[in-house]
């Protein structure tokens, strides 16, 4: 809870004073672990109404950071998968249409952050190996595509679900 509130503070920035010189350092601190990444993802994803995260591309101070940390931390780019695998798995298992537009706006703006990465890092091959899961291709050799499998069996992930992720990663992927 305690780095979803920095992040509010830090997306805020984002949203209204996307100049200030302290942003680049505030994103690079929350950015450093897994549970900074986490809270601002959440934040970043999720947040209501008008939100720099709808503009057609990632704030330079945010994208720079993105670039900056893909290389020395692991945790950005299976965090990064999961926040377009998750959303976009519950557009269609939420009933109602409020959820199921709140979902997909969080896919949406996750699928920004995974394409940003999609060179750097392990960011390819993790996309490669949720494709392959999704498609039900997995292979038992693939330590990556045996991670995702059992993700997707934990949240109970069924055809309709492997479906739309499917196509999100298709669509990363071209």
Same mark, same amino acid.
């Given at each position: 809870?305690?780095?979803?509130?920095?992040?509010?503070?830090?997306?805020?920035?984002?949203?209204?004073?996307?100049? /200030?010189? %302290?942003? +680049?350092?505030? =994103?690079?601190?929350? #950015?450093?672990?897994?549970?900074?990444?986490?809270?601002?993802? @959440?934040?970043?994803?999720?947040?209501?109404?008008?939100?720099?995260?709808? /503009?057609? %591309?990632? +704030?330079?101070? =945010?994208?720079?950071? #993105?670039?900056?940390?893909?290389?020395?931390?692991?945790?950005? @780019?299976?965090?990064?998968?999961?926040?377009?695998?998750?959303?976009?798995?519950?557009?269609?298992?939420?009933?109602?249409?409020?959820?199921?537009?709140?979902?997909?706006?969080?896919?949406?703006?996750?699928?920004?952050?995974?394409?940003?990465?999609?060179?750097?890092?392990?960011?390819?091959?993790?996309?490669?190996?949720?494709?392959?899961?999704?498609?039900?291709?997995?292979?038992?050799?693939?330590?990556?595509?045996?991670?995702?499998?059992?993700?997707?069996?934990?949240?109970?992930?069924?055809?309709?679900?492997?479906?739309?992720?499917?196509?999100?990663?298709?669509?990363?992927?071209?």
């Amino acid at each position: 809870m305690k780095q979803v509130m920095h992040a509010e503070a830090i997306v805020s920035l984002l949203n209204n004073d996307i100049h /200030n010189v %302290e942003l +680049p350092q505030l =994103l690079d601190a929350q #950015l450093s672990h897994a549970d900074g990444i986490r809270g601002f993802m @959440v934040t970043y994803l999720t947040i209501a109404g008008e939100s720099v995260a709808d /503009n057609g %591309e990632i +704030p330079p101070p =945010l994208s720079d950071i #993105l670039l900056e940390t893909v290389e020395r931390n692991p945790d950005l @780019v299976s965090l990064a998968c999961m926040n377009v695998i998750m959303p976009t798995a519950m557009m269609t298992m939420h009933s109602e249409k409020e959820l199921q537009e709140q979902s997909k706006l969080t896919a949406e703006r996750g699928a920004k952050i995974l394409k940003l990465l999609l060179e750097f890092g392990d960011t390819q091959a993790q996309c490669e190996a949720i494709l392959s899961v999704a498609k039900g291709d997995a292979r038992d050799t693939n330590i990556r595509e045996i991670y995702w499998k059992d993700f997707f069996e934990k949240w109970n992930y069924g055809d309709e679900q492997r479906s739309d992720i499917c196509n999100a990663m298709e669509s990363l992927l071209k």
